[in-house]
């Protein structure tokens, strides 16, 4: 069952960053006016919020609702065409993590790859040209615990895009993924000054969570101030 969420003045609203990494995301939620709390199961020095190292599923399924609103994006290895070209083998943690959410009654986004489109129940796709960033990388979000979606406009790709690990030239847009050189160039284009190589190439720009935060907050703000 869906829990109801009033937000009361004065207090800002909690947000779960799980699978954090080193916090696109919540970097996102953070300007649209949540607090920040991130979880990995590995150490992230560079997270820039309150870090829990641990298993995010089982987090969620203990202390999910403890919180206004969750973002989980499971690890997107297991659905991403560069890693099965390479025949690596990853965890398919989807499915248990939607239980999980389900679990708290509290509303979430879970956010993957294309690959993972057919285990994503109507999912909303985010584009950068949709926030006038140098860098197309689409990612998927399916909405639950009562929470949903309306896309903004797809703007047409005009600009060419660079190929996987090669430099942008001037006017191209990059893809940042695998070892791709330029990690300034990417920083600036993404929004994330605080992350190496290792986390611009798994993070979503904050951009695309702050649209996701303030479509959340917009309603319960307008109640608050009824």
Not at 79 to 98: E, F, K, M, V, Y
Not at 132 to 160: D, Q
């Amino acid at each position: 069952m869906t829990q109801p969420i009033h937000i009361r003045r004065g207090r800002m609203p909690r947000l779960l960053d799980a699978f954090c990494c080193q916090g696109g995301a919540g970097k996102g939620y953070a300007d649209a006016g949540f607090d920040i709390t991130g979880i990995d199961k590995d150490p992230q020095p560079r997270y820039p919020y309150p870090f829990i190292q641990g298993d995010a599923v089982a987090f969620i399924r203990e202390h999910g609702a403890e919180f206004d609103f969750t973002h989980p994006p499971p690890p997107c290895q297991h659905d991403s065409d560069c890693q099965r070209i390479q025949g690596n083998a990853h965890p398919d943690l989807i499915g248990p993590t939607r239980t999980a959410l389900e679990s708290t009654g509290r509303p979430w986004v879970i956010e993957n790859v294309r690959g993972a489109l057919p285990k994503l129940n109507r999912p909303v796709m985010l584009c950068g040209a949709m926030f006038a960033l140098a860098t197309y990388r689409h990612r998927h979000f399916e909405t639950g615990g009562g929470f949903t979606l309306t896309p903004p406009n797809h703007p047409v790709h005009m600009a060419p895009q660079a190929k996987m690990g090669r430099p942008v030239p001037p006017g191209w847009y990059g893809q940042y993924v695998g070892n791709f050189p330029g990690v300034p160039l990417a920083r600036a284009v993404m929004d994330v000054p605080w992350m190496n190589r290792n986390g611009i190439r798994e993070c979503i720009p904050p951009a695309y969570t702050a649209w996701i935060g303030r479509a959340f907050l917009a309603p319960r703000t307008l109640e608050a101030a009824a």
